[in-house]
Each structure stands twice: as structure tokens, then as C-alpha cells.
Nanobody, 121 residues
Framework: QVRLVESGGDRVQPGGSLRLSCTAS????AIWQMKWHRQTPGKQPQ???????????DYLDSVKGRFIISRDNAKKTVYLQMNNLKPDDTAVYLC???????????????WGQGTQVTVSS
């Protein structure tokens, strides 16, 4: 079994910054894509950024130039640096990871429980 734990959520003023972390633990042979999503009440999770194993990344248009996703494969951790935060960024931020449990097996996707980010004056 694999567990993902997020941290770093907080309440900040518009224009502020936060750094989220998500660490995977458990039965892990390799981690492929690691992603950050966000969810507001009554809506489906929205993909914010994804980090590939080779370090390449993709972003939601509305966060480009403000958010940076990075990862430390040795620590099995993905980060989301969020700058110039706006009230519309308020959401629960969840991470997910494609985890291969053993060599030659098909990766499964696992999700964390989320961390709350509130942007308000």
C-alpha cells in the first residue's frame, strides 16, 4: 500500500506565497508522474500541475508564471511553490502519484487527503 501526505497549506493574503509538499511512503519501486490538483466545494478536482520523472512539467494556464512544481525523487516528494496567490486559488490542494510497486508491474494512481489553501485579506 502507498500513502501520500500533503502539508504546507495555510491562510495567506493576496500576493502572498506558500510552498506545499507531498511525500509518498509504502510499497514503492518507482514513481512516475506526480501531480497537484485543487478542489473547491461541489466541484471535481482540477489538475494544477504535473511533474514527470524526467523533470518536465505542465501547468494549468491560470497558474503559469506563478506556480512551480518540483520533485525530489530520492525523498519521494513533490513540491508546489505558489507565488502571487489570488483569492481564486483558494481550494483544497491534493497530490497524486503514479506508483509502480515492483519491477515490470503497471503503475497505480494514489491520492493524498489534501491541504487547505485560503487566500483572503
Amino acid at each position: 500500500q502507498v500513502r501520500l501526505v500533503e502539508s504546507g497549506g495555510d491562510r495567506v493574503q493576496p500576493g502572498g506565497s506558500l510552498r506545499l509538499s507531498c511525500t509518498a511512503s509504502g510499497n514503492i519501486f518507482a514513481i512516475w508522474q506526480m501531480k497537484w490538483h485543487r478542489q473547491t466545494p461541489g466541484k471535481q478536482p482540477q489538475l494544477v500541475a504535473n511533474s514527470n520523472r524526467d523533470g518536465s512539467a505542465d501547468y494549468l494556464d491560470s497558474v503559469k508564471g506563478r506556480f512551480i512544481i518540483s520533485r525530489d525523487n530520492a525523498k519521494k516528494t513533490v513540491y508546489l511553490q505558489m507565488n502571487n496567490l489570488k483569492p481564486d486559488d483558494t481550494a483544497v490542494y491534493l497530490c497524486s502519484a503514479e506508483v509502480q510497486g515492483a519491477r515490470g508491474t503497471i503503475p497505480d494512481e494514489y491520492w493524498g487527503q489534501g491541504t487547505q489553501v485560503t487566500v483572503s485579506s
